[in-house]
């Protein structure tokens, strides 16, 4: 390809954009292949250049010297050597007009739709869709462009633009109707919408509608169609067509640890247990297999109810039973409870419930301790990261507080816990990645040694300092350790992206307990740093495997290794 006068990165788009260029790469092998490829490069040419603000190039397409738009197709040559594509793309016009009109209140047109600025022609696209965008913004759903009115003149290289816009009547929601469901009934897919009928349109809200559905997980495909014509009372129709999600799903999990040894965790999930898009969820979990403690173990049950309390509010049930045998404690706890889940936006959900659970622990202040519980957690999640798998921009936020009652022996108090992390991408494609992590706990207004010891707080293992055993800073007391009533966790993670799949990640871990409200100087702590590989594997995530050694403290038993999956936090 010859084009002299282009600019570098124009020639990277021309070369990018014909398919005659790149035949042979592409595979076209037969001359009508060829031919056919070199015909359809005028048109994409042509696009390109004016996509650039090029109105008046010179295009030439030779195959063996002869022009390509001047061959027949039905007369195409039994062999084909040479294309030559000699590309002259002209002076780069600017605009003298450009206007569109009418503007509704508030519109913001590209900053370089404006006379005397270059004149792409995606720039006109552009101010087309921005101003149209802002129509519908304000209830005029059906607005589209009218008249256009665009002149270049050649022997000034301006480019002059006029687009009308023509908004349309000011429309609110009608009727929606639901296509496409099987299993899930109709009435249940209109609740859990929550559709506007009669408010002024919105595309926010009709957004909105199709975001409420896609969370429930029982769909795979949610679209929301308006009708072609509005209504003769001002009003417009939507069709919500929906794909059903297979209900049934399985979830396998595993960690080990050199400490904690392997864990393994199954999850069943039914997405529309009764016809109304509930979700039921079991999960069970085996713990410290070949680790330093007991095997222990989880069994749970969820069940939610989406739109009970209105479309973003569902309700929920769950069961647990769970025997922990930890380094300090062990315990057996069972609870059950009811709660409302808020959805206040995508990235932002809160939950409370009402809850009771019963516990008996063998720890450092005696066997066959028995606790009795009333509590009500109350929880609140905000999520900016741009993947919660592997985030590389954004951050996320986890507060629990759950006042609980405690009755017999076991005190009244209060737990809560916060949990900060952000994350900050370096480079064009953030192939390096500054992680950080924040945890902060205490319990207010229980002694230490009448609260449960699942509500007190330890140091050490892969959720808080890598580096020293599991569980490995507490509170000495004596005959042994306890949980502290107070804790603080630092991590901070360097990730860099070697190559496609494999990463490499160096970290650092802080972690602080004391018996006391608040974490203060003359608190215990410890520390760990090391060393961490990621390898991510499709469908599944990337595998991690970490190797941390400690840095201070009195835990320390040598080289702590972590495998899993996804990263750390």
Wanted: glycine share 12%; aromatic share 10%; charged share 20%.
């Amino acid at each position: 390809m010859v084009a002299p006068d282009a600019s570098e990165d124009l020639v990277e788009r021309l070369q990018g954009g014909s398919l005659s260029y790149s035949a042979v790469a592409r595979g076209f092998d037969t001359p009508q292949e060829i031919l056919s490829a070199a015909r359809s490069d005028y048109r994409t040419l042509i696009a390109i250049l004016y996509d650039s603000g090029h109105y008046s190039p010179v295009i030439n397409i030779r195959v063996d010297g002869r022009e390509a738009a001047d061959i027949p197709l039905l007369d195409t040559p039994p062999r084909i050597n040479r294309i030559d594509i000699s590309v002259k793309p002209g002076p780069a016009f600017r605009f003298g007009k450009a206007v569109v009109a009418p503007l509704a209140e508030g519109t913001e047109l590209p900053s370089g739709f404006a006379t005397g600025q270059p004149a792409p022609s995606g720039l006109l696209q552009a101010a087309a869709a921005a101003s149209i965008s802002r129509w519908r913004d304000v209830g005029h759903a059906k607005a589209d462009v009218g008249e256009q009115k665009i002149v270049a003149r050649h022997s000034e290289a301006v480019l002059d633009a006029e687009i009308r816009i023509l908004p349309g009547p000011k429309l609110n929601f009608g009727r929606a109707t639901v296509d496409g469901n099987k299993n899930v009934r109709t009435d249940a897919i209109t609740r859990i919408a929550g559709f506007p009928t009669g408010e002024v349109f919105d595309p926010e809200d009709a957004k909105l509608v199709a975001r409420r559905l896609r969370r429930t997980g029982s769909f795979s495909s949610v679209s929301l169609r308006e009708a072609a014509e509005p209504n003769p009372d001002g009003t417009l129709d939507f069709e919500i067509g929906i794909v059903e999600a297979v209900p049934r799903r399985i979830e396998l999990g595993a960690e080990i640890s050199s400490e904690q040894g392997l864990e393994l965790s199954f999850k069943w999930t039914h997405r529309n247990m009764f016809g109304g898009a509930e979700r039921l969820q079991f999960e069970s979990r085996i713990r410290n297999i070949g680790g330093s403690e007991d095997i222990d173990g989880l069994l749970s049950v969820r069940l939610d109810r989406p739109a009970f309390f209105g479309p973003d509010n569902d309700l929920f049930y769950i069961a647990e039973l769970e025997q922990l045998s930890e380094t300090h404690y062990d315990l057996f706890r069972s609870n059950i409870g009811v709660g409302v889940r808020r959805v206040f936006s995508e990235d932002l959900f809160g939950e409370i419930s009402i809850a009771a659970g019963y516990n008996i622990s063998d720890d450092v202040y005696g066997n066959d301790r028995e606790f009795y519980f009333l509590y009500l957690p109350l929880r609140l999640q905000w999520d900016k990261r741009d993947d919660p798998v592997s985030a590389t921009e954004g951050f996320y936020l986890n507060v629990d507080a759950v006042p609980f009652a405690g009755f017999k022996n076991t005190e009244s108090g209060l737990y809560g816990l916060l949990d900060g992390r952000g994350y900050l991408g370096l480079g064009a494609d953030n192939k390096v990645v500054l992680a950080g992590r924040f945890q902060l706990g205490t319990v207010l207004g229980a002694s230490v040694q009448n609260i449960s010891p699942d509500l007190l707080f330890y140091s050490g293992g892969a959720g808080s300092v890598r580096g020293q055993p599991y569980q490995s800073l507490g509170i000495p007391v004596a005959g042994g350790v306890s949980g502290g009533r107070s804790f603080l966790g630092l991590s901070a993670e360097i990730r860099t992206q070697v190559t496609e799949k494999l990463g490499l990640v160096g970290f650092f871990d802080y972690g602080a307990l004391d018996s006391g409200r608040v974490i203060d100087a003359n608190s215990p702590s410890h520390s760990g740093a090391g060393l961490g590989v990621r390898y991510s594997i499709s469908g599944i995530g990337a595998l991690r495997l970490d190797l941390a050694y400690p840095v201070d403290g009195t835990t320390s038993d040598g080289l702590q290794f972590y495998f899993g999956i996804g990263q750390a936090f």
